[in-house]
């Protein structure tokens, strides 16, 4: 994305936030959150500033803060208080500081970076560092991102070294001695921004034993059964975090599940909270530590 040339409906708006289109309607009426351009045939357009101002709001909204209130902060005050917020999140034990951490990359300091994170995983593991340092680093970056505080090409930037390590991580895996366990398929249908969970997921399977077919890249759900008819496999993984992932797809992939006899379908991290029936087959997973362990839990 390159602000000033992208252009984004009130669509895009809501699957990238998760605020429906006439949620965001009311909130543009009701307290001018937004001021959209429209089309000659009155349709609503927003730029990437628009477009970073609702993922801001829409952040500070699940953090518990009244729309009524955050209507009333200005540009720089909503950007200050995103920051305080998520902030707040930072590991409590003040061990690792992600904003600090953060200011080696701002420069496109690769090597500092590596070298500054490096500690974290040599003590902790590839496993827990990245549940606890490396994710909530992502998500750091994404805020920041939205705040204007990184360039697009800073927050890529971050997203591109912590995948390098993932990748040398997976790379450095021993061949699996144990008994031999089932195949997993992954696929990823909608988002580009959880490349680096779902790559660490792979490296989880990997490590616990599991035969991972991972092909990279966003696919419609459909070739979900294009790869059971060429390798079946028992278990699936369906990236499921952006919130455009609609509950048809639930019930789609529900529907595989029992059409191929899959044993478990994992949703990865989840966005929906309130969502707590599940179909048949479905496990849903919000987070990184979510899903090892569910993957311990499979047999």
């Given at each position: 994305m390159e602000e000033g040339y992208n252009v984004f409906s009130i669509r895009d708006l809501e699957n990238f936030s998760g605020i429906k289109a006439?949620?965001?309607?009311i909130w543009e009426k009701r307290y001018g959150i937004l001021e959209p351009e429209r089309t000659?045939?009155?349709i609503r357009t927003y730029n990437e500033s628009e477009l970073k101002k609702i993922l801001n709001v829409a952040y500070l909204n699940r953090s518990g803060l009244k729309i009524s209130k955050i209507a009333r902060l200005d540009e720089d005050e909503l950007t200050q208080k995103v920051m305080t917020v998520s902030s707040s999140n930072d590991d409590p034990d003040h061990e690792f500081q992600p904003g600090k951490i953060l200011m080696s990359a701002?420069?496109?300091?690769?090597?500092?970076f590596k070298e500054t994170l490096a500690?974290?995983?040599?003590y902790r593991g590839i496993e827990e560092a990245y549940c606890r340092y490396l994710h909530p680093l992502l998500e750091k970056a994404k805020i920041l991102w939205q705040t204007g505080s990184l360039s697009r090409a800073q927050e890529q930037f971050i997203r591109s070294?912590?995948?390098q390590i993932i990748t040398i991580e997976d790379n450095q895996l021993k061949p699996w001695t144990g008994r031999s366990k089932p195949s997993v398929a992954m696929i990823n249908t909608s988002d580009n921004l959880s490349d680096n969970n779902f790559l660490f997921y792979k490296y989880v399977l990997r490590k616990h034993g599991f035969e991972v077919i991972y092909t990279g890249g966003i696919l419609p759900a459909s070739e979900a059964i294009e790869m059971f008819k060429i390798k079946p496999f028992e278990y699936l993984v369906v990236n499921s975090s952006g919130f455009d992932f609609a509950k048809k797809k639930i019930?789609?992939?529900s529907n595989i599940g029992k059409s191929l006899m899959?044993?478990?379908i994992i949703l990865t991290d989840f966005p929906d909270e309130k969502e707590k029936k599940q179909q048949d087959r479905l496990l849903i997973t919000?987070?990184?530590?979510?899903f090892i362990s569910c993957v311990e839990s499979l047999k």
């Open positions: 006439h949620t965001i309607r000659d045939s009155n701002i420069r496109f300091n690769e090597d500092l500690p974290f995983i040599k070294i912590i995948k019930v789609y992939f899959i044993k478990k919000r987070d990184p530590a979510g």
